[in-house]
């Protein structure tokens, strides 16, 4: 299995920014977002796309030095990851599921239509427990982008409620990964 490692860092907004993708498209996605950011921040028109935004990073190095401004994608293999332990919980859900669904006409076993209907609602909230963190960690990543901006700017105010929503959030991604 491939993953996509984007590194950035904004020439202006201190800070490192790593991400990683399952696929390019979504890596070249954000790197587009962030070279159209940095376009905007240099008082240019964000005219990246996924076919030149290599070419507005060196425009952008060239502008403001290549130091402290950049976007990469580099691809790496990951090893001896276990690709079928990723859905365990739900696996065993659904086939907790469809155990109890063999007694769903025996009228001797009490509960059963309950059971199933959690077992299902369990099911579905697993099944969208990915989507959910990586979104929920895609705004950690735009709260800090704006602490961080605020933070230069000398917006004292700005900054703190952001630092306290940025711990609420890490709370939050520590828990949903069993931290």
């Given at each position: 299995m491939h993953i996509h490692i984007l590194t950035a860092?904004?020439?202006?907004v201190p800070g490192l920014i790593t991400e990683a993708h399952a696929d390019s498209s979504t890596a070249t996605l954000k790197a587009v977002e962030?070279?159209?950011?940095?376009?905007?921040?240099?008082?240019?028109?964000?005219?990246?796309?996924?076919?030149?935004?290599?070419?507005?990073?060196?425009?952008?190095?060239?502008?403001?030095?290549?130091?402290?401004?950049?976007?990469?994608?580099?691809?790496?293999?990951?090893?001896?990851?276990?690709?079928?332990?990723?859905?365990?919980?739900?696996?065993?859900?659904?086939?907790?599921e469809s155990f109890a669904a063999g007694f769903e006409d025996d009228e001797t076993q009490e509960g059963i239509p309950d059971l199933l209907a959690g077992l299902r609602k369990a099911i579905q909230r697993e099944r969208a427990r990915p989507d959910l963190l990586a979104e929920v960690k895609e705004f950690r990543r735009t709260v800090?982008?704006?602490?961080?901006?605020?933070?230069?700017?000398?917006?004292d105010e700005g900054e703190r409620l952001k630092s306290i929503k940025l711990v609420m959030l890490d709370d939050l991604i520590a828990r949903a990964e069993g931290r």
């Open positions: 860092e904004h020439f202006h962030l070279v159209n950011i940095m376009l905007k921040d240099s008082r240019r028109k964000p005219t990246a796309t996924a076919k030149n935004w290599r070419a507005k990073v060196e425009w952008l190095q060239d502008f403001h030095g290549a130091a402290h401004c950049y976007v990469e994608i580099a691809e790496h293999e990951l090893v001896g990851l276990d690709i079928n332990s990723v859905n365990d919980t739900v696996d065993s859900l659904v086939r907790a800090e982008y704006y602490r961080r901006r605020e933070a230069s700017s000398g917006d």
